[in-house]
């Protein structure tokens, strides 16, 4: 049996303190999709004209979620409190779990501001359940060589398995609750079926091409498409060279109070996170090239 489509929800522009990006979630009638929180997609051209240290974000802290970021093209430098120290290349993915704090940034590579580059990122929130929101943070990387796929049965959509299993494929990060994350890139003519676990939410989002939902029809690039709660399966059939991300988790079905950069239960957990970033508890960020 297919899923049916819920909700067909088109990217807006949105300005997050000077940096525009596309916002897929949340929106007015859809706050989350339990347990994901927020999707962003944006696409930044940097100068050699500046070194890339002032470039990008620069540091900020986060409380209670995960922050996941799909490199789609170029080249993203992350450093954290934590001492990580690390870029990401197109294709691979930066998973950063807060934990009960943590301050990172998140700039060009200077290989790639020094080439006046371009970076394309979808930037994906997570909740984490309250039980495991002052755990320590905890930062995961898996370089593009090392994540496992899997191809459709006519070899023309390759599913890389980021976090949980698909047909006995299980990825290698490490997450906080039960997910189902795959990046897929399909040609033209691709299809596959996904079985999604009856108590898992689901949605997909078509970074660039355009496909054909089973049951439904077609859906255009920068859209999300949510799910319905009923137990089945979604078929996708690619009707040209596309990408997307196909994200499925079991919700957590708990209270989310969010204030910028932390998300927890209670409006007194948030005022405790400014206070202990204030008093520097989440760490001290200092940059170095």
Not at 271 to 287: C, F, N, P, S, T
């Amino acid at each position: 049996m297919q899923k049916q489509v819920k909700y067909l929800i088109p990217v807006y522009d949105v300005d997050m303190g000077g940096i525009k990006v596309k916002q897929a979630l949340p929106t007015r009638n859809v706050n989350q999709v339990d347990p994901f929180l927020l999707l962003h997609h944006g696409e930044f051209t940097f100068t050699d004209h500046a070194p890339a240290l002032h470039q990008g974000l620069g540091p900020h802290p986060h409380r209670g979620f995960t922050p996941v970021s799909f490199v789609i093209e170029g080249e993203v430098h992350h450093r954290d409190s934590r001492g990580n120290s690390q870029i990401a290349n197109k294709g691979e993915v930066q998973w950063m779990f807060a934990g009960a704090g943590i301050i990172h940034s998140e700039r060009p590579s200077q290989h790639l501001a020094g080439k006046n580059g371009t970076q394309e990122v979808v930037q994906l929130w997570i909740n984490s359940p309250a039980s495991k929101k002052m755990n320590p943070p905890r930062y995961q990387y898996i370089a593009e060589k090392d994540i496992p796929y899997i191809f459709s049965e006519n070899q023309l959509v390759r599913n890389k398995v980021i976090a949980g299993s698909l047909n006995g494929m299980s990825g290698k990060i490490e997450t906080e609750s039960d997910l189902l994350v795959i990046w897929s890139e399909a040609k033209a003519g691709g299809s596959f079926t996904l079985p999604i676990a009856n108590h898992f939410n689901s949605m997909l989002y078509l970074i660039r091409g355009e496909l054909k939902i089973g049951g439904y029809g077609k859906v255009d690039k920068e859209t999300l498409v949510v799910f319905d709660n009923q137990p089945g399966e979604i078929e996708v059939l690619s009707s040209s060279d596309t990408q997307f991300l196909l994200l499925a988790g079991s919700p957590i079905n708990e209270k989310v109070v969010q204030q910028g950069p932390y998300v927890m239960n209670t409006e007194t957990e948030i005022l405790e996170a400014m206070r202990d970033y204030q008093k520097g508890k989440m760490g001290i960020l200092v940059e170095e090239a």
